[in-house]
């Protein structure tokens, strides 16, 4: 059983780790191979403690924490970063920035866990949604993001891997 926390100073070693090898995973055969060959634990490290230690930072950190004390899963929110939009009518946008979990312990619910404690502090802080942006080819993720209440939403942009375009998809929720 896991239990979610604010993330601090000491979990950034272990959520750099969960995330390089997340990354490696998650986008074996979607992203390049040099570009996930050349992502160091080391220098993720260096950029989430300058992240942690940013006065002006507006973004929340979570890490699920499992019964031995140790991190398997980070995720990260904030407010929405691109244009504001509304179903209906006006309220402002949260915004889930990355969320990977131990690539040997997915599927046990402890993304889902992370996104749900995210979802609470967002509502908490006057978040009427949230968005997240998925690469077109991660189904998986794409399913366990639908599964958790959201829907494409037809926006797209695209990101440039090592001279490689891979287009990412817009997802939406609703609180």
Same mark, same amino acid.
């Given at each position: 059983?896991?239990?979610?926390?604010?993330?601090?100073?000491?979990?950034?070693?272990?959520?750099?780790?969960?995330?390089?090898?997340?990354?490696?995973?998650?986008?074996?055969?979607?992203?390049?191979?040099?570009?996930?060959?050349?992502?160091?634990?080391?220098?993720?490290?260096?950029?989430?403690?300058?992240? *942690?230690?940013?006065?002006?930072?507006?973004?929340?950190?979570?890490?699920?924490?499992?019964?031995?004390?140790?991190?398997?899963?980070?995720?990260?929110?904030?407010?929405?970063?691109?244009?504001?939009?509304?179903?209906?009518?006006?309220?402002?946008?949260?915004?889930?920035?990355?969320?990977?979990?131990?690539?040997?312990?997915?599927?046990?619910?402890?993304?889902?866990? *992370?996104?749900?404690?995210?979802?609470?502090?967002?509502?908490?802080?006057?978040?009427?949604?949230?968005?997240?942006?998925?690469?077109?080819?991660?189904?998986?993720?794409?399913?366990?993001?639908?599964?958790?209440?959201?829907?494409?939403?037809?926006?797209?942009?695209?990101?440039?891997?090592?001279?490689?375009? *891979?287009?990412?998809?817009?997802?939406?929720?609703?609180?």
């Amino acid at each position: 059983m896991v239990h979610v926390r604010e993330m601090d100073e000491a979990d950034v070693g272990a959520v750099s780790a969960i995330r390089v090898r997340g990354w490696r995973a998650a986008y074996a055969g979607i992203v390049p191979r040099t570009y996930l060959g050349a992502l160091t634990i080391e220098d993720d490290a260096a950029q989430r403690r300058r992240m *942690l230690s940013h006065p002006g930072r507006t973004s929340r950190d979570l890490v699920a924490i499992d019964d031995r004390g140790d991190a398997v899963g980070w995720v990260c929110f904030g407010p929405c970063r691109s244009e504001a939009y509304a179903l209906g009518e006006v309220y402002s946008l949260g915004e889930v920035y990355a969320l990977y979990v131990s690539p040997d312990l997915t599927g046990q619910g402890i993304g889902g866990k *992370l996104l749900e404690e995210a979802h609470a502090q967002m509502k908490a802080r006057g978040f009427g949604g949230s968005v997240l942006w998925v690469l077109a080819d991660n189904r998986r993720a794409q399913q366990f993001y639908e599964r958790s209440g959201y829907e494409a939403d037809s926006a797209t942009q695209d990101d440039v891997y090592d001279e490689v375009t *891979l287009t990412e998809l817009r997802f939406r929720r609703v609180f």
